[in-house]
């Protein structure tokens, strides 16, 4: 295949000229990456089964890893699913345009490889500007997963889609870097309570406060599991290329405990990075990396540092744990995922 057309365009109000050729693109089965307010996603129309294939091919993804369908509008919804449960609407109304994705029953109209021949379809309204207008240029909803090559970090600028694919898809909007930086909150309605399935921008505290009861499944915070829920949970995910040690427990503790480690290695030897969560903590000789302030820079900046890690061949990674809480949460969940070891202190 030829090389992708890249088009650079304004985040906030993107030309129509790129956005209209990028949209005869896609209806003609052609695949373009786009930004969203949480990770750049790979589009194809999502009723056009050939195209929907190609996704999966030019990603090297698993054929029963299911993907989400992007459309413009909440409005939308009823077409794509065999009902639309009360939550559902709650959860619309707050939430979209925006980071989150609901799993309920398909309608016929959604094809089965969009949903690896599962009953349900995922969905989600994105909010970034330019995701939106050119899903209405479109006119059809976008499958769309992060646009990465398979098991690689989520790309949250388009160099990064760059870099995965570029000689395997057809086009690239490029508005820059995104808002968010992780992956949508992925929210199972097909049940009788909701199962949080994929942490991401929106909190379970938030679900909890609107929802009442939810759960989350048991492959959150674990690492491997057999038999999983949402498909894409059994594949290890998110990984830089160095091998990743999760170090949790009092930040006092775990920075000492880094030093430690990071001291008695040779750096000549293996090549170390650091992902810290203070500004001010040095270990001599290893590439120190500040992660941010607070959770959500956390969430905007770790795919970028596992991207920068491999870029200057860092074999050997040490991840400071965060706090749970809001967005914590998600920034653990991709933390957890990517870690060769996880130490407790
Ligand atoms: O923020 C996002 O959600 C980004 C942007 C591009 O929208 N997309 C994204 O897609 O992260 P992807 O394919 O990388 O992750 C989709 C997740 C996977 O874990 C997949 O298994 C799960 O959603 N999923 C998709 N369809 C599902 C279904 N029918 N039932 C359960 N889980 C599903
Ligand atoms: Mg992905």
Same mark, same amino acid.
């Given at each position: =295949? ?27 089965? $052609? ?58 609407? /709650? ?18 109209? %959604? ?5 690896? $021949? ?21 006119? %059809? ?31 690239? /909007? ?58 894409? =949970? ?14 949790? $427990? ?76 809001? =967005?914590?949460?998600?920034? =653990? ?13």
């Amino acid at each position: =295949m030829s090389r992708a057309q890249i088009w650079s365009l304004d985040a906030e109000r993107p030309a129509l000229d790129p956005l209209t050729e990028a949209a005869q693109l896609l209806q003609n089965g $052609g695949l373009v990456a786009f930004p969203t307010e949480t990770v750049y996603g790979l589009g194809a129309n999502a009723l056009d089964p050939k195209a929907v294939a190609g996704i999966f091919r030019a990603k090297g993804r698993p054929s029963d890893n299911p993907l989400i369908l992007h459309l413009a509008d909440a409005a939308d919804l009823a077409r794509y699913v065999a009902r639309v449960p009360h939550s559902a609407q /709650l959860l619309a109304a707050q939430y979209w345009p925006g980071p989150l994705t609901l799993v309920l029953p398909k309608s016929e109209r %959604v094809p089965d490889i969009l949903t690896a $021949g599962l009953p349900n379809v995922a969905l989600r309204v994105p909010a970034h500007p330019v995701a939106r207008a050119l899903i209405r240029a479109a006119g %059809v909803p976008l499958a769309a997963p992060s646009a990465n090559t398979s098991g690689r970090p989520s790309p949250t600028d388009a160099q990064h889609v760059i870099e995965d694919l570029q000689d395997r898809i057809d086009g690239i /909007l490029d508005a820059g870097p995104v808002p968010i930086g992780v992956e949508s909150t992925v929210l199972d309605l097909s049940g009788t309570v909701p199962v949080l399935l994929r942490p991401g921008g929106v909190s379970l505290e938030s679900l909890r406060n609107l929802l009442g009861e939810v759960h989350t499944h048991r492959a959150i915070r674990g690492q491997e599991v057999a038999v999983a829920q949402a498909p894409g =949970m059994k594949y290890r995910h998110y990984a830089p290329e160095g091998k990743l040690t999760l170090v949790e $427990g009092p930040p006092e503790q775990v920075r000492a405990w880094i030093l430690k480690v990071c001291g008695e290695k040779d750096n000549a030897v293996e090549r170390i990075g650091v992902l810290s969560t203070s500004a001010d903590f040095v270990v001599p000789g290893v590439e120190m990396r500040w992660m941010g302030a607070d959770a959500e820079s956390i969430a905007r900046q770790l795919f970028r540092l596992f991207r920068e890690f491999n870029g200057l061949g860092i074999q050997r990674i040490y991840a400071e744990g965060i706090d749970e809480a809001g =967005m914590g949460m998600a920034v =653990m969940n991709r933390l957890r995922k990517a870690a060769a070891q996880i130490i407790e202190l």
